[in-house]
């Protein structure tokens, strides 16, 4: 199985940036795609797609959010933080099964 | 607008069963593989099990492999999973995602409880 790794918690300032890290067992790239897609959950919420394939936006996902990485290193980016933003983020992968998630980053105010 | 929509969850004993479903509209439900997805819990999230569009291929968690079973009516435009053998541990909130090949989970619905427990 494809292990996905994250830091269990990141503290933010707001207007700041955050970068949430997302490190795999195993390469997770096919063909010059990234199988590492990006989720937001907010507390009572479902789970929210925010970037696919490493790098694309998602629709309707604001530009503040972005992805970058390959391989087994992905990092997503949230700059400027806005306060609507804390929440938990997980990353996926999608290039083996079982179908795999990281642990999840809970993003704090500080 | 795509809407999923889970039902069956509830208060199970241990060692029994249960049928959750997932009424899906908005899209071409017979076009697009679908998957269950759940979470424990306070804890994170753990894929379960998905189906392609034609039912041709299916994938199990090893965590549930033997005891549940993913399945779909297309002409009901609903996704279905068979829960047998309960245990504990299988207590958590049950999402359907639509999903197909090697794409993200796109769309989720809002859940449905199940709680395993005497």
């Known amino acids: 199985d494809i292990v996905l790794t994250q830091s269990p918690a990141l503290t933010v300032s707001l207007e700041q940036r955050a970068t949430i890290s997302c490190k795999t067992s195993?390469?997770?790239?096919?063909?010059?795609?990234?199988?590492m897609h990006w989720y937001q959950q907010k507390p009572g919420q479902q789970p929210k797609l925010l970037i696919y394939?490493?790098?694309n936006l998602a629709s309707g996902i604001p530009a503040r959010f972005s992805g970058s990485g390959s391989g087994t290193d992905f990092t997503l980016t949230i700059d400027p933080v806005e306060a609507d933003d804390i929440a938990t983020y997980y990353c996926q992968q999608s290039k083996d099964y079982p179908r795999t998630f990281g642990g999840g980053t809970k993003l704090e105010l500080k | 607008e795509v809407q999923l929509v889970e039902s069956g969850g509830g208060l199970v004993q241990p060692g029994r069963s249960l049928k959750l479903s997932c009424l899906a509209s908005g899209f071409t439900f017979s076009n697009y593989g679908m998957n269950w997805i759940r979470q424990a819990p306070g804890k994170g999230l753990e894929w379960v099990a998905s189906i392609s569009s034609s039912s041709s291929y299916i994938y199990y968690a090893d965590t549930v492999k033997g005891r549940f079973t993913i399945s779909r009516d297309n002409a009901k435009n609903t996704l279905y999973l068979q829960m047998t053998s309960l245990r504990s541990e299988d207590t958590a909130l049950y999402y359907c995602?639509?999903?197909?090949?090697?794409?993200?989970?796109?769309?989720w619905g809002q859940g449905t409880l199940v709680t395993v427990s005497s």
């Open positions: 995602a639509r999903g197909i090949t090697n794409k993200p989970f796109a769309y």
């Open positions: 195993q390469n997770v790239d096919n063909y010059g795609i990234s199988y």
């Open positions: 394939e490493g790098s």
